[in-house]
């Protein structure tokens, strides 16, 4: 863990939370800046600025601990939100993964969908590009 980092600093207990679930691998909590009633945190302990600096076995109960939130919250509409680097919007350091209910159209996260327009073969080329590497 870091010891200057804020989220490292709520998992060692000395900064408080709201907890709602603790492994020893994860800890989810309430924002404390929500967008909309429910709005948690799920971050793994072990610490990493991006998900690739995060060991794969340190990421297995982030997924299924965010779907039983969604659950306990009874959210029917929601965004799974994780963001890495500066311009991604991640504001943390520390890898983490928001479950952000989405009641109506004025609470919750909203965003724009700036589509690009690629012709088939370049999407051809990159795709064998990236299974090369897989």
Known sequence: MAAACIFCKIVRGEIPSFKLFESPNILAFLDINPLSRG??????????EKLTDIPDEQLKEILPITKKLVLATGALNYNILQNNGALAHQEVGHVHFHMIPKPNTTEGLSMSWPQQKVDMDTLKSYSEDVKAKM
């Open 39 to 48: 709005h948690a945190l799920v971050v793994p302990k072990h610490h990493g």
